[in-house]
């Protein structure tokens, strides 16, 4: 891959394509050495390699090199390694020696693993990177985003990103957002020509740029400045652009950094009281930092990692892709998923049922007049759009002999799409309109009725809604089709949409899902409610809550939320279910508000309106075939709109964080144990508690089974209710059970002390071999709140957990490797002794656990 900061240095110097805001199109392409026909695939390939993949930033996931680097970061490996150069220099071959193969193999085992997540990882994004269709000799073709360059020829369509900067060649009713670089909220009109030297951003009419949607239309866009040379690359090189850290990131940080200082502390008194007694400094030294490194939660990062990337594996397999890994903590976390009716609760096939006139009536000319609104529109492609299309086409309807003169495209605050046509043998042209149904009343005058035209009074109106309120009530969505016949002129703006005559209503079918009500209750059981956020009318919406068992009276409809201030609608919020009549700066707050409310928030969209919203809540979430804008906004892509498979998400969400959270939970216990026990130990004993050697080599073992954390089975009782991060309860955890390890350790001092006598190498062995012991069964007693021998632990990590206590019982028995790390072989009675306390500690533990969950957990199943 080429480096980023080549593109950067680009930016910064003038060439061919300078102020190309300010030339024609044909001369940019000469300029930039391309054709109307695109580049040629052999100069496409060779720019990119010179210019550099098209990213706005570099590539923040660390290759191997970095991974590897990574692993000898701490200053506590540094320190340790230096230790050993120091024991080659007094010539303990031996110790050195050990030190050395401890940390590379525990580095080495620490860079496999995450080598192997951010791979995993890495293939799951492919699958969801942005691409997009250019013109490459002649021809068009799908390729990534990341190989634009200069002089490509981009096909753009509603719902799409703009890849790169460059210059409109063709535009076709193209309205853009670009509320990201110029701070205008509301859509621009954008067409071929030039524009003025001295023109900023916002006013560069004829052109694009990289990160703003396609709201409504088509375009061709000549690419002139790629990746960190486009407008938006400028900023983020500026600004170090860095997604924020998450709730999750900054409490592993903050909690690292406080056992991190408390430990500090703990070894520099060790290596004080060493000192005080007498015992050599570099001995004392080597013991102080190799503790550091024992008690330390150095594989906190790696267990992180593997464990959130072995999620992501699991829930790609079941139909959930991770764009963001750190989304999958706050995907367990979910405790409300707003989300529009259509294709999630509804089957999302629409059907038109009929074409009826303003009395009820069916006719021919409604579906005629829709079919060609819909067939010759170019804006946003929608379903109700391919309904009207499939039933016209089923009809024997054609656009054929007709022109389309102009397009004024749909608007979320019109809410309504107008065609202009040229017909055959007519002089006046044709505006036919389609849209909702009040907004469209709201520019009609006139109706048709039996006997010709009427005026559209305040009766008849009232009549009109009370229809499309009874076919609400029945489940029947409803658009407005209307049209007015005016001279030819040159243009049509939203402004010649006065005076209309309503033609009639469409009405469509789109029935819920027949999973939809079983999949509201499962999320429900998970402690998710759902909440439909949805622009259609409050009626439609009702019928269709009541079909899936959702309350059809909590409601709220934009104008609701239009009167209230922002304190009202985060009560208000709380209560309502269904949000209708909604517009898109209104998803937005109802977001914030639950938020406000101490909810975490998913929203579920699809479309170009829901990107803020999708932005505002703790999880976006899209699915595989939503707009660019849209999927780009998510941080979880769902393969299928379903809420089962939101419902598996949040699922896997919680698995993965329960596991990551017993890892440190478990970890920080045993750590702060062993601390207080060291602390204890150090000015008591005659003797180092345990060679620096055998602390290493102890801490490498027993974190194996750790890594197979990431595997186990998770208690359906975890899974059943939201989970956050919760300092207070970690701290708390960690305090009452690294005490009874201590107490433990405690025991175990005393029994080698004053009843076997033991010397320092009995001691440093039994002591080890009950170390290491406890430490690896304890994760089988703590990984549930069950009592143990009722949660089976994953395969893996029971595997893994006999093979280490096998081990650390055979050591003593080896003579090489007993002879490599001080052991001796133990008799029957510290054997028989070790596994006593070992068991009594598992027993213990158990009991206490017993009495912890029912003293601070609330409502766990104990089996």
Not at 581 to 607: M, N, S, T, Y
């Amino acid at each position: 891959m080429k480096p980023v900061p080549d593109q950067a240095s680009r930016a910064r110097s003038p060439d061919s394509a300078d102020r190309y805001w300010t030339r024609t199109g044909e001369d940019l392409l000469a300029a930039l050495g391309s054709a109307a026909a695109g580049l040629a695939d052999t100069s496409a390939a060779a720019r990119l390699a010179r210019e550099g993949p098209n990213r706005v930033t570099r590539d923040h996931r660390a290759g191997p090199l970095a991974l590897l680097r990574r692993q000898f970061a701490s200053p506590l490996v540094l320190i340790l390694l230096a230790g050993a150069v120091v024991s080659l220099a007094l010539r303990d071959w031996s110790d050195a020696g050990i030190i050395a193969v401890i940390v590379i193999s525990s580095a080495l085992l620490g860079f496999a693993q995450e080598y192997r997540a951010s791979q995993a990882v890495a293939a799951l994004q492919q699958r969801l990177a942005l691409r997009c269709t250019v013109l490459r000799g002649g021809a068009e073709r799908e390729i990534p985003v990341t190989d634009i360059v200069p002089g490509d020829i981009v096909r753009l369509s509603a719902g799409n990103l703009a890849p790169a900067d460059g210059v409109l060649l063709e535009t076709r009713d193209l309205t853009v957002s670009e509320a990201a670089l110029t701070g205008e909220s509301f859509p621009v009109e954008k067409r071929p020509g030039v524009s003025a030297a001295e023109a900023p951003l916002a006013e560069r009419r004829n052109c694009l740029f990289a990160g703003s949607s396609v709201r409504s239309g088509t375009a061709t866009l000549l690419v002139v400045r790629t990746g960190a040379a486009s407008e938006y690359g400028k900023i983020a090189q500026r600004l170090g652009r860095r997604a924020p850290e998450t709730d999750f990131e900054r409490g592993v940080r903050h909690f690292g950094e406080m056992l991190l200082r408390a430990m500090f502390l703990m070894v520099v008194f060790v290596l004080a009281a060493n000192q005080m007694m007498g015992r050599p400094f570099t001995e004392s030294l080597l013991f102080a930092v190799a503790l550091s490194v024992g008690l330390s939660p150095e594989l906190l990062p790696a267990i992180v990692s593997i464990t959130l990337s072995a999620g992501a594996r699991n829930m790609a397999r079941r139909g959930v892709i991770v764009r963001k890994l750190e989304a999958i903590e706050m995907l367990g976390s979910l405790d409300i998923v707003c989300t529009d009716k259509t294709g999630t609760i509804t089957s999302g096939i629409v059907t038109l049922a009929d074409a009826v006139d303003p009395a009820g009536t069916p006719r021919a000319d409604v579906l005629a007049s829709a079919f060609l609104n819909a067939s010759l529109e170019t804006g946003i492609a929608n379903a109700l759009d391919a309904a009207i299309v499939k039933a016209g086409e089923a009809a024997g309807l054609s656009a054929t002999g007709l022109t389309k003169l102009d397009e004024i495209p749909y608007d979320f605050n019109r809410r309504r799409l107008t065609i202009v046509v040229a017909e055959p043998d007519r002089e006046r042209h044709r505006l036919i309109v389609k849209g909702a149904v009040a907004e469209t009343l709201s520019v009609c005058t006139g109706v048709i009725a039996a006997d010709g035209e009427a005026p559209l009074d305040d009766a008849r109106r009232e009549a009109l809604l009370a229809y499309v309120a009874e076919q609400g009530a029945q489940g029947r969505r409803v658009l407005a089709v209307a049209q007015r016949c005016l001279a030819p002129q040159p243009r049509y703006t939203v402004a010649d949409e006065h005076d209309l005559v309503l033609l009639g209503f469409l009405l469509f079918d789109d029935p819920p899902k027949p999973g939809a009500r079983e999949a509201l209750r499962a999320l429900a059981g998970l402690g998710v409610k759902v909440k439909v956020v949805s622009g259609d009318n409050r009626y439609v919406t009702a019928h269709v809550a009541r079909e899936v068992g959702l309350d059809p009276e909590a409601i709220l409809t934009g104008a609701d939320i239009a009167a209230m201030g922002d304190e009202a609608l985060w009560h208000a919020a709380e209560r309502a279910q269904l949000f209708v009549e909604i517009d898109p700066q209104q998803k937005e707050r109802i977001v914030h508000a639950l938020r406000r409310r101490g909810h975490a928030v998913g929203f579920l969209g699809d479309g170009i309106n829901d990107a803020p919203a999708l932005y505002s809540a703790d999880v976006g979430i899209s699915v595989e075939g939503a707009v660019d804008v849209a999927r780009e906004s998510a941080d979880v892509v769902l393969m299928t709109a379903d809420l089962d498979v939101l419902r598996r998400g949040v699922e896997d969400g919680r698995h993965t964080f329960g596991n990551t959270m017993k890892y440190i939970a478990i970890t920080t216990s045993a750590n702060f144990g062993n601390m207080i026990s060291m602390a204890l130990a150090v000015p008591l004993l005659p003797f180092l508690p345990l060679l620096p050697k055998q602390i290493l080599f102890n801490n490498l073992i027993s974190d194996l089974p750790s890594m197979a954390i990431a595997t186990d089975v998770v208690d359906p009782e975890r899974l059943a209710r939201p989970q956050r991060w919760d300092v207070r309860e970690i701290t708390r955890f960690m305090v009452v059970f690294g005490v009874v390890s201590s107490l433990f350790d405690m025991l175990t001092f005393l029994f080698l002390l004053k009843v076997v006598h033991a010397d320092a190498t009995m001691f440093h062995t039994t002591w080890f071999i009950v170390s290491v012991m406890t430490e690896i069964a304890v994760v089988l007693v703590l990984r549930t709140w069950r009592p143990a021998w009722r949660s089976r632990p994953s395969a893996m990590l029971a595997w893994s957990t006999a093979a280490v206590g096998l081990l650390t019982l055979a050591l003593p028995f080896v003579p090489p490797i007993a002879a490599l790390f001080g052991f001796v072989r133990l008799g029957g009675i510290e054997l028989v002794a070790s596994l006593g306390i070992v068991a009594a500690y598992i027993l213990t533990t158990e009991a206490v656990k017993y009495a912890y969950v029912r003293r601070f957990i609330s409502g766990p199943k104990r089996g």
